[in-house]
């Protein structure tokens, strides 16, 4: 064998080592899906998320499978929007003072339908459907297209 | 001495008596000692029963005595006053009586029995619980009391018997089938705890064959079907855990033979280069 | 048209004058080697890469470990179960550390037999004796984190010999676990050691003990008041040059040892235990084997003579060059009552190692069963009933 091959299939082999390695490493330290992403029912600070801890006029940021969930009681009824501004991923909350969805890291600000009424941001919030019963609030489906 | 109340009121005698025989025995096992039957004056008299009812795990268990089913005071010797109108003394149960009596506590079984073949009392050939299940003599109902209870009424060769001689091989196939698999996941576990995730499976698998005792009692092979049904899924989920398990093991040792085959390939390439270098 | 490599080579030689660097090295790595040197002295490669991989795959495991009494079992069981390849990485980092120590130990008998420890290497032999001290701390402080019932007890056991000395054995203890008894405290000790101490400690020791193996070269086998051989002289009996032959050599065993050890870690695959519980002690607690012999030695011997053991053992190592073998032959044959002692002493310390495995267990040997006591002496069992003598 010439040497210039030997050197050459040496050289592969370390790489392909090196590089087996390298992929180990890669999957071991690649991204896990975390939290309580599995569950399509609302997760707040302690636990699952009832109707019944919201006032009217009062909002809460709680987790789910759709990721965090600004809900706001109006009446009877549960409006859900995505909590994440679409500006730069700050978590929003609901003033009910101002009766505006505000984002606390550089002032957007959205109405209960998730349409942008003051920048920097520029697109709207998600709407999620919600529906409620004795065991927590839940995730139908993401309205909007 | 433990405590057993049977006052019993008028005509809703039947329901009162089963919820204070419930109540009863669901505080008799904190207090579960057996009464010396010495003391039971009925016995006296109805020796024959005692003795029967010694034999029992109602009163080994110390969950029942003579007056939780018949009424009446059992500790008073004198028998005017133990079997008196208001103690609620009934005497022999009436037969349209048993079902909801046993019942009361084993609602389960006795909820299907009446939804089965068996569940017309007045019709002297079918058998009550006691039938099968003896009235005093009762004992922990193992899966031999179906070939021994079917063939007391029903004849060799009948359908109704065979049936009976399928229902309790299935149920004890089935329950052989659970403990084997539950058996090779124990040991699986004690090697490599990560099989733990496979418990929950198991457990799922065990309650629903446990569904299978109080649903034989409909004699409906529809719903035992079913019931078998789901328990065979059960158990599958459990097995194909235990074989994914396996399968993982296998397949992460097969890499050892390319890694071999990589690092021979190596070492003589290396061979040859030394020797080039000479 | 110049390479990239090249190019970038230039730039900074420019600003930092490499080239005479460079070829100081290149100089110094192509110095022929002496003939004797066979593939024993490959161990101290395969050294390297082991240890390479250990602090790799530690690095990686330090991503999802919590070093907690609460939470560092359930991350062993997320590592094992969840995270992909976490299996490996963990398993390869547990057959790893015995690997070393096997591979250190061998390491240190061909150096013995070989004299590498004579004039003018002792300082070469101080740093190794210490790295192996390093060894085997990392091995155990490493053998309490998964914080399963082998690991928190066999740390209750291993510490449990310092308190025996006199007048500051308990204080000692006490620091060593961070308070009365093992608990989170202990963990936090010990982690910290293990993944930021020792592993400095470490690179520092080896980059020293690498750079006076380059410096010094090789030993010969001659005489140490006899000049050392030039490299002309060297070249002229058939040495070769370390790279880039005796490199290659390197390279095949470390391929090898990494085979070995991959090779192990798939097939047998490193579990975890029960979770540690301090007030439930389980049957039949020993320390991890390369510390059976102290654990067996303090069976026979008041346990302060016996804690003293260890720590004289390495004093006795680091004296071998200076005080107990201060001949001037190197050659393995002229060095008989060195070689015969030494391996007087690594038997006994082997028989005390297998007679502490084999103690508080039962074994069949061909039909028959036998009990091994608390100090090692084999029962007959009798048809299967196990009489164990307390002594």
Request: hydrophobic fraction near 45%; aromatic fraction near 8%.
């Amino acid at each position: 064998m010439s040497r210039r091959l030997v050197n050459g299939l040496l050289g592969l082999g370390a790489v392909s080592a090196l590089t087996g390695l390298m992929g180990t490493a890669l999957a071991y330290l690649w991204p896990m899906a975390g939290g309580a992403a599995g569950s399509t029912r609302l997760v707040g600070r302690e636990g699952p998320l009832l109707a019944t801890a919201l006032g009217d006029d009062e909002g809460l940021v709680a987790r789910s499978s759709e990721g965090k969930i600004l809900v706001v009681r109006k009446g009877d009824e549960l409006i859900g929007l995505e909590a994440t501004c679409t500006h730069l991923g700050c978590t929003v909350a609901w003033n009910a003072a101002s009766q505006q969805v505000e984002c606390p890291c550089h002032g957007a600000r959205y109405n209960l339908r998730g349409e942008v009424l003051r920048g920097p941001a520029r697109d709207p919030l998600g709407r999620i459907e919600l529906s409620a019963d004795e065991a927590g609030i839940s995730v139908v489906r993401r309205l909007d297209s | 001495m433990a405590h057993h109340p049977g006052r019993l009121f008028g005509n809703q005698r039947r329901v009162l008596l089963a919820a204070i025989l419930c109540l009863g025995v669901a505080t008799t096992p904190v207090i579960s000692q057996q009464v010396d039957l010495e003391e039971v004056m009925c016995t006296l008299c109805h020796f024959e029963q005692g003795d029967a009812f010694a034999t029992s795990i109602h009163y080994k268990r110390g969950l029942l005595l003579c007056n939780d089913c018949h009424g009446g005071l059992p500790f008073e010797a004198d028998t005017e006053i133990a079997k008196a109108p208001g103690t609620g003394f009934i005497g022999r149960p009436a037969r349209g009586d048993i079902a909801a009596l046993c019942g009361s506590c084993h609602s389960g079984p006795a909820q299907f029995f009446v939804q089965g073949p068996h569940r017309e009392w007045h019709n002297e050939a079918n058998p009550t619980c006691i039938s099968c299940h003896s009235n005093h003599a009762v004992v922990d109902a193992t899966l031999d009391l179906i070939d021994e209870s079917c063939s007391k009424c029903h004849e060799i060769g009948t359908p109704a018997l065979a049936w009976g001689t399928d229902l309790a091989a299935a149920l004890r196939g089935a329950k052989g089938d659970l403990d084997h698999t539950a058996t090779i996941l124990d040991s699986l576990i004690a090697a490599d705890r990560s099989l733990r995730h496979a418990m929950p499976l198991l457990e799922t698998a065990t309650s629903s064959l446990r569904e299978a005792d109080p649903r034989s009692h409909a004699l409906d092979q529809a719903l035992m079907n079913k019931t078998f049904d789901l328990f065979r899924q059960d158990l599958t989920a459990v097995e194909q855990a235990i074989a994914d398990h396996a399968e993982t093991r296998e397949r992460r040792r097969w890499i050892v033979y390319p890694v071999w085959g990589f690092i021979v390939v190596n070492v003589l390439l290396m061979w040859v280069k030394r020797r080039q270098l000479k | 048209m110049r390479s990239p490599v090249r190019q970038l080579w230039r730039w900074l030689d420019d600003r930092l004058n490499l080239e005479p660097l460079r070829n100081a090295l290149s100089e110094n790595l192509r110095k022929p080697v002496p003939i004797h040197v066979n593939w024993l002295f490959t161990l101290g490669s395969v050294l390297i890469a082991l240890l390479t991989v250990q602090l790799l795959t530690g690095l990686l495991l330090m991503v999802y470990y919590k070093p907690s009494a609460q939470e560092a079992y359930g991350s062993i069981e997320l590592i094992t179960n969840e995270v992909p390849m976490g299996w490996f990485v963990r398993s390869l980092h547990n057959w790893g550390s015995h690997l070393i120590v096997i591979i250190a130990l061998l390491h240190m008998v061909r150096v013995i037999i070989y004299g590498g420890y004579k004039r003018p290497r002792e300082v070469t032999w101080i740093i190794g004796v210490l790295l192996l001290a390093v060894i085997l701390g990392f091995g155990f402080t490493g053998y309490l984190l998964p914080w399963d019932q082998v690991a928190y007890w066999g740390t209750v056991v291993a510490t449990e010999a310092p308190a025996s000395i006199p007048v500051v054995g308990p204080l000692t203890q006490q620091f060593m676990i961070g308070g009365t008894e093992v608990a989170d405290p202990t963990l936090g000790r010990f982690y910290v050691v293990h993944v930021f101490l020792l592993p400095l400690v470490l690179l520092g020791l080896m980059g020293l003990h690498l750079i006076l193996i380059r410096y010094q070269g090789i030993s010969s086998l001659k005489r140490t008041d006899e000049e050392e051989p030039t490299a002309e002289e060297i070249s002229g009996e058939g040495g070769k040059p370390f790279v880039p032959y005796h490199a290659l050599k390197d390279l095949t065993s470390v391929y090898l040892a990494l085979g070995v050890l991959v090779t192990l870690a798939l097939v047998f695959q490193a579990h975890i235990g029960d979770p540690a519980d301090s007030l439930v002690t389980p049957v039949g607690i020993k320390p991890e084997w390369y510390f059976l012999p102290a654990y067996q030695l303090l069976k026979y011997v008041p346990e302060v003579v016996g804690v003293q053991v260890p720590p004289l053992f390495l004093l006795l190592l680091l004296a071998l060059p200076l005080v107990i073998d201060t001949s001037p032959e190197r050659h393995p044959r002229r060095r008989v009552g060195v070689l015969a002692g030494s391996l007087v002493v690594a038997l006994v310390v082997l028989m005390l190692g297998i007679l502490g495995h084999l103690s508080e267990t039962t074994q069949t040997f061909m039909g028959t069963s036998y009990h091994f006591d608390l100090l090692g002496w084999p029962h007959l069992v009798a048809d299967g009933t196990a009489t164990v003598e307390v002594m």
